[in-house]
T-cell receptor, first 111, second 114 residues
Framework: DAKTTQPPSMDCAEGRAANLPCNHSTISGNEYVYWYRQIHSQGPQYIIHGLKNNETNEMASLIITEDRKSSTLILPHATLRDTAVYYCIVRVAHNTDKLIFGTGTRLQVFP | SQTIHQWPATLVQPVGSPLSLECTVEGTSNPNLYWYRQAAGRGLQLLFYSVGIGQISSEVPQNLSASRPQDRQFILSSKKLLLSDSGFYLC?????????????FGPGTRLTVT
């Protein structure tokens, strides 16, 4: 699986948009971009995934650059409950493919 | 909807004692099941995965073992715990068909070996 690079930490004011970047310059054509988050002392939570096109769901939006070498997870209106470590993972979608979690970005949402 | 259960939530065990952690999934059939471990301040490490009853694949050789006696039950065991077995153990499931296969995690078991 391709490696990803994320900033170690970010701050965001409550109610503002949180934009979390991820670099994956060695991504292959058949690899998807996944985002998970882990709130302290809980299991990771799936957020969103994409291949080429931008994606949006009830939790977030995923913007993937045209060359697919980077992406941004957007939480449109961050709340205190969004404080967590956010992981960007690139992998081939295979039914037994393990998720390789890096160190992620620790997002702190403040009042 | 699907739910995943793990128990116990926390566990404190002495070195050399046995271990049994259980994970069950509801609301789906023939899921792929996974055991991960997260050491303090570290990322997740895949320990075992299973694509069906009695089918276990090990990712990391160690003193842990896994079993899948039923379709939606996954058990992590050890005969003798080591201090290095301390960590946050997470069970996850994914559907066994379709693309892509996002994994859904349980609440985890925090194990402290003393």
């Amino acid at each position: 699986d391709a490696k990803t690079t994320q900033p170690p930490s970010m701050d965001c004011a409550e109610g503002r948009a949180a934009n979390l970047p991820c670099n994956h310059s060695t991504i292959s054509g058949n690899e998807y971009v996944y985002w998970y988050r882990q709130i302290h002392s809980q299991g990771p939570q799936y957020i969103i995934h994409g291949l080429k096109n931008n994606e949006t769901n009830e939790m977030a939006s995923l913007i993937i650059t045209e060359d697919r070498k980077s992406s941004t997870l957007i939480l449109p209106h961050a709340t205190l409950r969004d404080t967590a470590v956010y992981y960007c993972i690139v992998r081939v979608a295979h039914n037994t493919d393990k998720l390789i979690f890096g160190t992620g970005t620790r997002l702190q949402v403040f009042p | 909807s699907q739910t995943i259960h793990q128990w116990p939530a926390t566990l404190v065990q002495p070195v050399g004692s046995p271990l049994s952690l259980e994970c069950t999934v509801e609301g789906t059939s023939n899921p792929n099941l996974y055991w991960y471990r997260q050491a303090a301040g570290r990322g997740l490490q895949l320990l075992f995965y299973s694509v069906g009853i009695g089918q276990i694949s090990s990712e990391v050789p160690q003193n842990l073992s896994a079993s899948r006696p039923q379709d939606r039950q996954f058990i992590l065991s050890s005969k003798k715990l080591l201090l290095s077995d301390s960590g946050f153990y997470l069970c996850a499931w994914s559907v066994g068909y379709g693309v892509p296969y996002e994994q859904y995690f349980g609440p985890g078991t925090r194990l402290t070996v003393t």
